[in-house]
């Protein structure tokens, strides 16, 4: 079974940092693509970044491009975002999600989601 | 960047009653598209892909259809656990994007 659990989230002031990890179990990591997803309170989903299989390419919105990376560690089956210079707009649940490929397409599992609250 | 509409925002039914949703897309993404069900608290679920393609598990009365910028998502028999908010999503182009979303209600 399918398993992604994502960690890392809290209150953090505006400008500040903060690493989001996904574990996942279940599968063989390394052969799918993985992204981040976020959803702001009380509003819709918005995709933030993807990353290949191999770790060897990523997308970004531009909303986030040049202040959140995404990244991973096959080893360790462990997926990454690390978010800097934050604002208050980034203030969201974020969802780590799985894709059908080691490219990238549809998102066939979701976690849960962590929730990262950017406030002074 | 490919904008995703969805309609209606808001769609009240009645259990056993039919519930058809839009979602259309600024731009074509062929059949490159997707829907998911969110229920409160929980991360969404993948109901389809390929426009058409029921995913894993997905019961029967879920299907979708439609191609390039038209597509629509329909529940046959609406039962108590089909009421969430559902979206679609492109994944044809970067960025990818969702519609905004539309939440099936109880009548």
């Known amino acids: 079974e399918v398993q992604l659990v994502e960690s890392g989230g809290g209150l953090v002031q505006p400008g500040g940092s903060l690493r989001l990890s996904c574990a996942a179990s279940g599968f063989t990591f390394s052969n799918y693509a993985m992204s981040w997803v976020r959803q702001a309170p009380g509003k819709g989903l918005e995709w933030v970044s993807t990353?290949?299989?191999?770790?060897?390419?990523?997308y970004s919105a531009d909303s986030v491009k040049g202040r959140f990376t995404i990244s991973r560690d096959n080893s360790k089956n462990t997926l990454y975002l690390q978010m800097n210079s934050l604002r208050a707009e980034d203030t969201a649940v974020y969802y780590c999600a799985k894709s059908d490929t080691v490219t990238t397409t549809f998102l066939t599992n979701w976690g849960q989601g962590t929730l990262v609250t950017v406030s002074s | 960047e490919i904008v995703m509409t969805q309609s209606p925002a808001t769609l009240s039914v009645s259990p056993g009653e039919r519930a058809t949703l839009s979602c259309r897309a600024s731009?074509?993404?062929?059949?490159?598209l997707a829907w998911y069900q969110q229920k409160p608290g929980q991360g969404p679920r993948l109901l389809i892909y390929g426009a058409s393609t029921r995913a894993t598990g997905i019961p029967a009365r879920f299907s979708g259809s439609g191609s390039g910028t038209e597509f629509t998502l329909t529940i046959s028999s609406l039962q108590s656990e089909d009421f969430a908010v559902y979206y679609c999503q492109q994944y044809n182009n970067w960025p990818r994007t969702f519609g905004q979303g539309t939440k099936v209600e109880i009548k």
């Open positions: 990353i290949i299989g191999s770790g060897d390419d990523t």
């Open positions: 731009q074509s993404v062929r059949s490159n």
